[in-house]
T-cell receptor
Framework: GAVVSQHPSRVICKSGTSVKIECRSL??????MFWYRQFPKQSLMLMAT?????????EQGVEKDKFLINHASLTLSTLTVTSAHPEDSSFYIC????????????FGPGTRLTVT | SQKIEQNSEALNIQEGKTATLTCNYT??????LQWYRQDPGRGPVFLLL?????KEKRKERLKVTFDTTLKQSLFHITASQPADSATYLC?????????FGAGTTVTVRA
């Protein structure tokens, strides 16, 4: 159990367009989901915490108007990169914490975004 | 500011030997420390969690120690196998937000 999926796994988009990434918990309910970004050979950096039914909490330095997060149900959170630029190219990974669970997070397989 | 350092970027060992990875942290007092495995182009996979009041935790061939005085965790892979080749990340938390180290890439030679 505790499987998290992401869609798409890879996406290439043109500069100025928007891209939506989905994160789903397949076999459990997740009150809280997290969005990370990882650049090559660097650690995962938390971008925002997404709570079902409420506004996301963004980490310092992350533009909330650029990275729109929606957590409309207990199994789905979406990240929309708006007006994407080449510097937004990165590996985006979501994780989910099972409702009522302790501190384990279950990670999705990641989405490779390339902005041309 | 908070800092998490993993001992080296890469570790190459012979199959059957023990790999020992280090995670040091400063300006932080985590209640929990976790270790994850990450394969290339994939998300991290949870391995072990150790609490601040625990000295050692084991799971199959994995062993983690946590020394809050030294602000250090050691992660051991015993009887290593080529399938253990991956990047291992340590992560610290006091609540539900994880702070990750940059990782150590382990390569196990057959």
């Amino acid at each position: 159990g505790a499987v998290v999926s992401q869609h798409p796994s890879r996406v290439i988009c043109k500069s100025g367009t928007s891209v939506k990434i989905e994160c789903r918990s397949l076999d459990f309910q997740a009150t809280t989901m997290f969005w990370y970004r990882q650049f090559p050979k660097q650690s995962l950096m938390l971008m925002a915490t997404s709570n079902e039914g409420s506004k996301a909490t963004y980490e310092q330095g992350v533009e909330k108007d650029k990275f729109l997060i929606n957590h409309a149900s207990l199994t789905l959170s979406t990240l929309t990169v708006t007006s994407a630029h080449p510097e937004d190219s990165s590996f985006y990974i979501c994780s989910a914490r099972r409702t009522g669970d302790s501190y384990e997070q279950y990670f999705g397989p990641g989405t490779r975004l390339t902005v041309t | 500011s908070q800092k998490i350092e993993q001992n080296s970027e890469a570790l190459n060992i012979q199959e059957g030997k023990t790999a020992t990875l280090t995670c040091n942290y400063t300006n932080y007092s985590p209640a929990y420390l976790q270790w994850y495995r990450q394969d290339p182009g994939r998300g991290p996979v949870f391995l072990l969690l150790i609490r601040e009041n625990e000295k050692e935790k084991r799971k199959e061939r994995l062993k983690v120690t946590f020394d809050t005085t030294l602000k250090q965790s050691l992660f051991h892979i015993t009887a290593s196998q080529p399938a253990d080749s991956a990047t291992y990340l340590c992560a610290l938390t006091n609540d539900y937000k994880l702070s990750f180290g940059a990782g150590t890439t382990v390569t196990v030679r057959a």
